[in-house]
């Protein structure tokens, strides 16, 4: 069984963004990139898939500018078998990155397609569901385990209430939340190895996607920051500040 | 224009988002529908016809409904995309789920947790877990959005007497079945809708400790809400967790307790009006976003606070 995992390289989680003087953009010039989190937990989860012999290829997919071939190298040493890279240097939304994934996968035909649940920069929370809906495949945002028996999947989905568990014919599209499993660091030897493995560059044009962009942003700022509170010395001085200064407690 | 709202129910009841998702409705502006799509949604249809400033409620009732799967509930909705300008739904977990699917069916963009409405075509919406906020512009002939109900008040709901008309049920077959749901049962508030939220994190060290705030959550009528850490350490369901990938909540007041502050907690609650943390470490990052702090310990702070109260 293939199984194909989409990663983003996103802004490091640790990094605190700053906004361009002009309010244009977000200034992403010399931060630290990483691949975005959830897109670790997706990989994670492939990994094991094939070492408990139930993969037999993962095969790792990114979008965007030449340096996604460090993030798609990310990939390789967490133990994806070869990766591919749709380079552009254009802005991609989240609909583009869904058609242009929904074209590698009818190329390269995988029973299960895992994605991270949403990019830690614009939080969209839209690719995988968009795949799913372009390719009508059936789909399991915000998986917390995942068990893959012959040609069915059962997902466990963290949704509002609590969790949901159902049951998908492969192939199908599943998209990882935070506690699907613990990502693995990837070793020395592993890093190594990943530079010789596969990588292929293809663009849009070649895969017969226009990735124009839908929204546009017309301005980023920052949110009103809040201005700092105090610390008070005792209980009986936070109920009566809470009771006479907030007015949130009768 | 003509606006249909998705509501947000269990089949039994209308869920309170869905008041939320409507008042972004109104200020796109335009004749509201709301779709109520499930199984026996009597009440539910009742209850979304009731509301203030809504036209007309669509109702797809089936049995085949009842789990409202992405994919059953998408083609009800794609069934009747094409009469409207705008599909908005609270950014729930159903909605999340779902109207992805149906934008990218549309060939439309989804614009994703909406805080404000510019124009009917420019909306505010939150990046970089809340620490950007962009403001973006549509193009597409119908746009598809989430709405953070934090972001809007709700709608009043009552006043209003919409006309219910039920719709041809599309049956949906693509592979997808549902085997289960483990919804945690509470008697207290909903943490997304609660006035006041009292949450815990790591500093609470087992899930036995929890009892103490949840001593204080019951004597103020308060949702209980944790941190990422809590809920990984195992002490709550992740239903409980606030925070940029959990519940967003912007209650008139939050209470963090033993929770250090990590940025994607902040995400989750820094827009709730009054803010107090209680924590040992006078250091910790929650205190440079809270109104009221208390460094001690709060296995004596918390008790003394529900007796004082």
């Not at chain 1, 917390?144 to 209430?161: H, N, P, Y």
């Not at chain 2, 039920?166 to 997304?192: C, W």
């Not at chain 2, 899930?207 to 949702?223: H, M, P, T, V, W």
């Not at chain 2, 239903?239 to 909540?249: A, E, M, S």
């Amino acid at each position: 069984m293939k199984i194909l995992v989409a990663v983003k390289r996103a802004v490091d989680y640790n990094v605190s963004v700053r906004v361009k003087a002009d309010g244009t953009d977000v200034d992403i010039a010399n931060v630290k990139m990483s691949m975005n989190p959830f897109d670790e937990i997706a990989m994670e989860e492939a990994v094991r898939l094939k070492e408990a012999g139930i993969a037999t290829e993962i095969v790792a997919v990114s979008a965007g500018v030449a340096q996604c071939q460090e993030t798609l190298r990310s990939a390789l040493a967490l133990g994806a078998d070869r990766a591919i890279l749709i380079e552009t240097t254009a802005e991609l939304q989240p609909l583009a990155v869904a058609k242009l994934l929904a074209a590698v996968v009818k190329q390269e035909s995988p029973s299960l397609v895992i994605l991270g649940k949403q990019a830690i920069d614009d939080d969209a929370n839209q690719t995988g569901q968009m795949l799913a809906g372009l390719l009508d495949l059936p789909q399991a945002p915000f998986a917390s385990k995942l068990v893959v028996e012959g040609d069915k999947a059962t997902v466990t989905r963290e949704v509002d209430g609590g969790l949901e568990t159902i049951s998908m014919t492969l192939p199908a599209v599943v998209t990882a939340d935070l506690r699907l499993n613990e990502p693995r660091y990837a070793t020395l030897p592993n890093i190594m190895k990943a530079k010789k493995k596969p990588l292929d560059t293809t663009t849009p044009e070649a895969l017969g996607v226009d990735v124009a962009p839908r929204l546009k942003t017309l301005k980023v700022a920052e949110p009103p920051v809040r201005k700092a509170g105090i610390i008070v010395p005792d209980v009986a001085t936070l109920v009566e500040k809470l009771r006479n200064e907030a007015k949130v407690l009768g | 224009m003509s606006i249909l709202v998705i509501a947000e129910h269990d089949n039994q009841s209308l869920k309170g988002a869905t008041l939320n998702a409507v008042t972004a409705a109104s200020k796109i502006g335009g004749d509201i529908h709301i779709a109520v799509i499930g199984a026996n949604v009597g009440a539910v249809t009742q209850a979304a016809s009731a509301i203030a400033g809504v036209s007309k409620i669509l109702s797809f009732d089936d049995a085949s409904l009842a789990e409202q799967t992405s994919e059953a509930v998408a083609a009800q909705i794609l069934s009747v995309a094409g009469q409207y300008s705008h599909i908005v739904a609270a950014a729930s977990s159903m909605a999340k789920s779902v109207l992805p699917r149906v934008a990218a069916k549309l060939d439309v963009a989804q614009v994703s947790e909406i805080v404000e409405v510019v124009s009917a075509d420019t909306f505010v919406r939150p990046i970089y877990a809340g620490n950007v906020m962009a403001t973006v512009q549509s193009s597409d002939s119908i746009k598809v959005i989430t709405v953070r109900t934090t972001g809007f008040d709700a709608a009043a709901a009552a006043g209003g007497s919409a006309a219910v008309e039920a719709q041809t049920v599309q049956s949906v077959s693509n592979g997808t079945s549902f085997i289960s749901r483990e919804v945690a049962k509470s008697d207290r508030p909903e943490l997304a809708t609660a006035k006041i939220v009292i949450s815990g994190g790591r500093g609470l060290g087992s899930a036995e400790n929890f009892k103490i705030i949840e001593a204080l959550a019951d004597k103020l009528g308060a949702g209980l809400g944790a941190s990422r850490a809590a809920v990984d350490a195992g002490y709550v369901n992740n239903d409980l967790q606030v925070g940029q990938t959990g519940k967003i909540v912007a209650p008139q007041l939050y209470v963090a307790v033993g929770i250090s502050g990590a940025i994607q907690h902040l995400a989750g609650m820094k827009d709730s009006k009054v803010i107090v943390a209680i924590n040992k470490d006078a250091d910790a990052p929650i205190f440079q976003v809270a109104d009221y702090g208390i460094v001690g310990d709060l296995f004596e702070i918390v008790p003394q606070l529900t007796a004082a109260i």
